[in-house]
């Protein structure tokens, strides 16, 4: 994710949404659950400037990507 996207347009904030999906979507129905997701994939996907996320990555675990290479990326940031 790191090689392909440019993560340095996600504030704080927009990561703290991110975790708090990922925390809470195991107590979610199924459908709210791929609603969310993808709603939240898509205004990552735009946020970063990505063209599209790969057609085998579904947007769970495209946000999941997201949260691990953003904690990398602010390690190195700073």
Known sequence: MLQIAD????????FAVI????????AMLAKARA????????????????????EAVTPDVFLEAIYLAYQKFSDFKF
């Open 7 to 14: 993560l340095s347009a996600i504030l704080p904030d927009d």
């Open 35 to 54: 609603s969310v997701a993808l709603r939240l994939a898509k205004d990552i996907q735009a946020m970063i400037h990505l063209e599209k996320i790969p």
């Open 19 to 26: 975790r708090e999906y990922l925390v809470r979507r195991s």
